[in-house]
């Protein structure tokens, strides 16, 4: 069974950078696509990055392109979401999630991901942007 946990998630100025982390057990990242969603309170939950299973199909929502970069460490077994310039608006909790779905794994997207494609969930970390 496929577990992912998150973290690195915390307060940080506006115009500071985190890098999230996303763990993987029980499968390889190879054989998964891998998402970052995030949701603020009384928000829907959105897509923000994709990552191809071979890690070299990538996607981002309009919002963060240019400021986050998603990546695989397949010896570490781990996905990063590292994020630059943030914004009060980028306060969320951030989930991580993996999908076998082949068009995923493939790289054929062509847009942010979607929650509904993705089987498997960390449990989040939030990320807080304040003065």
């Known amino acids: 069974q496929l577990q992912l946990v998150e973290s690195g998630g915390g307060l940080v100025q506006p115009g500071g950078s985190l890098r999230l982390s996303c763990a993987a057990s029980?499968?390889?990242?190879?054989?998964?696509?891998i998402g970052w969603f995030r949701q603020a309170p009384g928000k829907e939950r959105e897509g923000v990055a994709i990552?191809?299973?071979?890690?070299?199909?990538?996607n981002y929502v309009d919002s963060v392109k240019g400021r986050f970069t998603i990546s695989k460490d397949f010896a570490k077994q781990t996905v990063f979401l590292q994020m630059n310039s943030l914004t009060p608006e980028d306060t969320a909790v951030y989930y991580c999630?993996?999908?076998?779905?082949?068009?995923?794994?493939?790289?054929?997207?062509?847009?942010?991901?979607?929650?509904?494609?993705?089987?498997?969930w960390g449990q989040g970390t939030q990320v807080t942007v304040s003065s």
């Open positions: 029980g499968a390889t990242l190879d054989r998964v696509a």
């Open positions: 999630a993996a999908s076998r779905d082949f068009p995923l794994r493939a790289g054929r997207f062509s847009g942010p991901p979607s929650a509904a494609q993705f089987d498997y």
């Open positions: 990552i191809s299973s071979g890690g070299g199909s990538i």
